[in-house]
Structures are given as C-alpha cells and as structure tokens.
C-alpha cells in the first residue's frame, strides 16, 4: 500500500515505513527491548520531508558489489548493497528513501530482481523499493510479526537456507532476531563474502565481531544462539565480511575474525 508522500508514516528513530492510514502513538519496533525511542520521544516524519534533504551516495566495493546510504545519515543510518550477477541483480537490506536519480542509477546496472532484508531494523520503505523494479522481498517467516508495511512484493520463506541464483544464499542465523539473516556471495570477491547487516556486527577496529541481542542497550545474547550463528556460518566459503555501516568493510581474513570472535564469546559462558 503506497500511500501519500505527505503522511508522516516513517518512524523518525528506526525509519521503518508504516503502510497504515494510522500510525501507533509509538512505533512497535523501537519499543521492543532491542531498539529505543528517540531522546525526545516518537517522531514520525514523511518522504517529502525527507526528500527536501536526502540523497542516495554509492560506493563501489568489488567490482560487482556496491553500498549505498543515505545522506546525510538518517535514522539508525545503515548501508544498503547492490550485488550485480548475471541472472539478477539483489539489493541486500534497504533504505528509509528512494529517488529517481536513485532508480536510473540502479536500472543503468541492470536492475534489481529480489530484495532480502537481513532483520526488521532495515525493512524501512522496502514496499517502494519493490514497486520502482517489480521485484520480491524475501524475508524470513519468523519475523513475519514485525512486518508493518504488508504488501504483495513480500514472499515468506522458512528453514536454513534460501537460494536464489548464481551460487546467492540467504542464510538464517537468528540471534539479534528469530529471523535474522545474512547473504552467502561465495563467487565474490577473492574468496568469497559474507553481507551482514547486524546479524554479525563488525566493531570499528575490523578485529572483533559482536553477536548481540541489542547492540544500541548492550543486551547480550544467551550461549545456545551465538552456538547456532556459529553452526550456520562455519560451512561458508569466504574470507571477506561486509556490514551495516559505513566502517563494516573487512576484505580479508574474515573467516579467521569469525572463529576467534565466536571462540572468544564461548569461553566466557
């Protein structure tokens, strides 16, 4: 449901877009122990309101994957990326805006054939992104109780693994949601790559990683789920990692951080 550009339907602290004709007085996302409300109090803002401001900056990373945010930063202030592959081009996590500069860049690279959102911090205006280029969001079911902009571009999928094309898996991780997920890119790159968004959060030294239940409240995650994220991660192939903001970018001996940070996190419980 698209609805006027004018309505103030886009929380102003997470950037998650609502596709009701009424909003909550406080939006269900940042309420939730994982998030918070902005130090003063709920804002709810629109896209014009936005768009009197907002651009979309890319940044090529390898030669077939960009990232993409919004400036200046707005909301929790994630990266977007835009994997190209020959069968289709997939934009992993999205962004609270979207321009027709934004759009003409994009389909000048062919496009964009699925959308996968890593967890419900980043699913933002993922409707008007599925609208621009007519394609699928794939988010996992067990985040299904988060979605609040229902659509028909949304397709539910369940289990460990979905694979799309040209070797591209999402991945169910779990932890900071039941439904977190990462993107497998094991042609890409060197070695291959790991997308993150927070699923697996990248701290700013790029020698660590931290497997939260809230990273913004410091609220840990018990033993048995960072176990599960290590279970589903070990079998990768990849020696890059690429997260959620703009310092997240390790090119090399990913897979080494890995096992050290999750050997590191073990041995405390």
Not at 23 to 41: E, K, M, N, S, W
Not at 54 to 81: C, E, M, N, V, W
Not at 117 to 123: F, K, L, Q, V
């Amino acid at each position: 449901m698209i609805l006027s550009p004018s309505a103030k339907n886009i929380c102003n602290t997470c950037g998650v877009r609502y596709g009701t004709s009424i909003v909550p007085a406080v939006c269900d996302i940042c309420a939730d122990d994982r998030q918070y409300l902005g130090f003063t109090g709920q804002v709810w803002t629109s896209y014009n309101e936005l768009a009197a401001k907002s651009s979309i900056r890319f940044s090529r990373l390898l030669s077939t994957l960009y990232d993409l945010r919004i400036t200046p930063a707005f909301a929790i202030g994630q990266k977007a990326h835009l994997v190209l592959s020959s069968a289709g081009n997939v934009l992993w996590d999205c962004l609270p805006f979207i321009d027709d500069q934004t759009i003409a860049f994009i389909r000048a690279l062919g496009g964009i054939s699925a959308i996968a959102i890593s967890h419900p911090h980043y699913y933002s205006l993922m409707q008007d992104w599925a609208t621009a280029f007519d394609c699928p969001i794939y988010l996992h079911a067990s985040d299904k109780e988060w979605i609040k902009d229902p659509g028909g571009y949304i397709e539910l999928w369940s289990g460990s693994v979905k694979t799309l094309w040209d070797n591209i898996s999402i991945v169910h991780v779990g932890g900071h949601f039941a439904g977190s997920t990462i993107l497998h890119l094991p042609d890409h790159g060197r070695s291959g790559c790991l997308l993150t968004g927070d699923s697996i959060y990248i701290a700013p030294s790029r020698r660590h990683l931290a497997f939260m239940y809230s990273y913004p409240n410091h609220i840990p995650l018990p033993k048995k789920d960072i176990e599960f994220i290590y279970e589903r991660v070990h079998p990768l192939s990849f020696d890059a990692m690429y997260g959620a903001f703009e310092w997240m970018n390790i090119t090399e001996g990913a897979r080494a951080i890995f096992e050290r940070s999750v050997s590191r996190y073990l041995s405390i419980y």
